[in-house]
């Protein structure tokens, strides 16, 4: 493939910190939580989604997000951002500073319900002012869609489905949406498929691959993305992760794996592997204690 400079720079969103420990069932220590954020930061991640404004009762892991975000110390130049799915979250994602925040929808209805207790459209209708609001503090927004590659509930996922939510949120005023393969079913060959319908309306620099590696095709398919000209992709160190809603699911792409992927390809990722591999490492061995 030829590329240009510019085009072998890939965005890596290290989402380790939030969708890698929500699932985990013993509390991970905010200790370890600080030192996993501030490891990735010391091994070039430049964007880490650090948290997660939810309802504790839904996403007990995340209880302490005001904690987390209030202890690490800050790297200049990284972006920490968390996730905001209604006006309370974002207030206590303004409080604490949060660089970016997220809001996160589904092409699937089932899902939709399960993960946050609306349908598509109310959804939609309560991150609008979400959006507004943090847009109006100066923070940006990413949109997420899950399920785009087929859902625990309702199995296959039309792209039209995916895309209708993700122009969605590109017209709330989402600078990025990214695609979740939530339960990690998707293939090299529904990713293509996938994103040549996404294609057709939404330009590639607004889209961002969200693999989960539950079927080991995580970074074949974030290759074929790669292939079809997206440069932004999420990743957790360690391979950890897991949605407390969607049963089955696993962890999301190692950022080992990917980053290892991606330099052997001869793309840029400012990405320190060794680093990155003693934090990936550190986490593990906590959660598997
Ligand atoms: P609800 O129960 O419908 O909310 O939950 P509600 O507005 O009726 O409020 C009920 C209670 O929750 C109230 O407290 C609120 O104050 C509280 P009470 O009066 O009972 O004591 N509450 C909150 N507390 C803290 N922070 C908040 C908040 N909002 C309400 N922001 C809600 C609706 C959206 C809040 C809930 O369903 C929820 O928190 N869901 C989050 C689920 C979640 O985090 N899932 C994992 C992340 S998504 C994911 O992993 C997929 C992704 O990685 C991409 C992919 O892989 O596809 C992004
Ligand atoms: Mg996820």
Known sequence: MNTTPSDRQVKIVEVGPRDGLQNEK????????????????????????????????????MADSAAVMREITRLPGVCYSALTPNLKGLEAA??????????????????????????IDESLARFRPVVEQALAAGVPVRGYVSCVLGCPYEGDIEPAAVVHVAQALLDMGCHEISLGDTIGRGTPASTRALLEVC???IPAPQL?????????????NACTALEMGLRTFDSAAGGLGG??????????????????????????????????????????????R
């Open 208 to 220: 961002a691959g969200h693999f989960h590696d539950t079927s080991g095709t995580a970074v074949a």
């Open 26 to 61: 013993n509390p991970v220590p905010l200790a370890a939580k600080v030192a996993l954020i501030e490891q990735l930061g010391a091994a070039g991640l430049r964007f880490i989604e650090a948290a997660a404004f939810v309802s504790p009762k839904w996403v007990p892991q």
């Open 94 to 119: 303004l409080a604490a500073h949060c660089d970016e925040v997220a809001v996160f929808g589904a092409a699937s209805e089932s899902f939709s319900q399960r993960n946050i207790n609306c349908s």
């Open 243 to 288: 949605c407390p809603y969607a049963p089955g699911a696993s962890g999301n792409v190692s950022t080992e794996a990917l980053v290892r992927a991606l330099h052997a390809r001869g793309f840029e990722t400012g990405i320190d592997l060794p680093r990155l591999q003693l934090a990936g490492q550190a986490i593990l061995d906590i959660v598997r």
């Open 199 to 201: 294609l057709r309306t």
